[in-house]
């Protein structure tokens, strides 16, 4: 690792550190009811007892399956549909006034449309989980489409390759950075997407059913954030491993991981 990475690991771990010693220190000093913040060591600990439950274990796995399913029918659909948008202007040009419709619309509030057309389960929490997660991969895409190096297409061109070929030996490529930053962005929003879903729809089984239950029982605050600091943990994880595999794949390029959306 190096210095500058290092330094970045430090001061994260010195934020959670004064995050979590400031939250114990309002709950002990009685600044606020334990009832509605219990003491962050208390939280914690509940969370470590949680990893040691079956079937809190089992519902996590749940959550995760819908996410990845979710997270998977994007991509397959976004990446496609970028290549289309950003690569045929008369194209993107028929579709954007219907995507630009469709981009604001919250996919919570879908949530009893979705429900009605495929009833409750897995296959509504994927498709929510699908369509707020299309966007960041759908617009990454596109720019990245715009971004690529028009030197090396004209020299493609000029050797007589087709448009089929400059598409995928140099637009592809130069565009794929920007793919891995929307997959990153969209990881994120899926996990929200796929806990949010449970916890608003109280259908199913995971991590957002486990904190609805949680927040109707008596005093279950220190569950509700236990489920909290599990989600938080996921999201963590998914972050730090898909920005390691952009390093990793795509180390000629830090410059194009900047977020676009």
């Known amino acids: 690792m190096s210095r500058r990475g290092r330094r970045d690991v430090g001061l994260g771990v010195l934020g959670v550190l004064l995050a979590f ?8 000093a009685g600044i606020v009811r334990r009832t509605y913040l219990p003491p962050a060591s208390e939280v914690l600990a509940r969370a470590v007892e ?8 089992d519902g996590i ?3 995760v399956r819908a996410w990845a399913l979710g997270l998977t029918l994007a991509c397959v659909i976004a990446v496609p549909l970028g290549l289309l948008l950003g690569s045929v202007p008369v194209v993107e040009a028929a579709m954007r006034a219907i995507v630009e419709f469709l981009r604001p619309l919250p996919s919570v509030a879908l949530i009893p449309l979705v429900s009605l057309l495929l009833g409750s389960g897995t296959r509504t929490e994927v498709t929510l989980i699908a369509y707020a997660s299309v966007w960041p991969i759908l617009f990454n895409t596109m720019y990245g489409l715009r971004e690529s190096e028009p030197l090396a297409k004209d020299t493609l061109r000029a050797f007589g390759f087709g448009r089929a070929a400059v598409l995928w030996r ?3 490529a130069g565009a794929a950075p920007f793919i891995a930053a929307g997959v990153r962005i969209s990881a994120a929003v899926a996990l929200v ?30 569950d509700v954030l236990a ?10 994880v998914v972050n730090g491993v898909l920005v390691w595999g ?9 410059e194009r991981r900047a977020v676009r959306t």
């Open 21 to 28: 010693g400031a939250c114990e220190a309002v709950s002990r």
């Open 50 to 57: 949680l990893a040691g439950d079956s079937a809190f274990l």
């Open 61 to 63: 796995g749940a959550t």
């Open 170 to 172: 140099v637009e592809l």
């Open 193 to 222: 997407l796929a806990v949010a879903t449970e916890l608003l729809s109280g259908f199913g089984e995971g991590l957002g059913i486990f904190i609805a239950q949680a927040q109707l029982a008596t005093d279950g605050t220190r």
């Open 227 to 236: 489920g909290v600091v599990w989600a938080g943990a996921l999201g963590l």
């Open 246 to 254: 952009e390093r990793r794949l795509f180390p000629w390029a830090p």
